[in-house]
């Protein structure tokens, strides 16, 4: 196996563990909004000029 890569991706399990109770306490008390603001860019390092 390379670093970082597998033969048969078949064997991974993807699934998620089950959340943090203290993020549903964290969740109830969230504000709810229409249009949330989402910003998307990459990182300086990936940025090879």
Do not use: H
Request: aromatic fraction near 12%; charge should be negative.
């Amino acid at each position: 196996m390379e670093f970082g890569k597998i033969a048969n991706i078949d064997a991974v399990n993807f699934t998620l563990p089950p959340g943090n109770p203290f993020n549903a306490t964290i969740w109830a008390g969230a504000e709810s909004t229409t249009r949330p603001s989402v910003f998307i860019g990459g990182p300086i390092w990936a940025n090879k000029e």
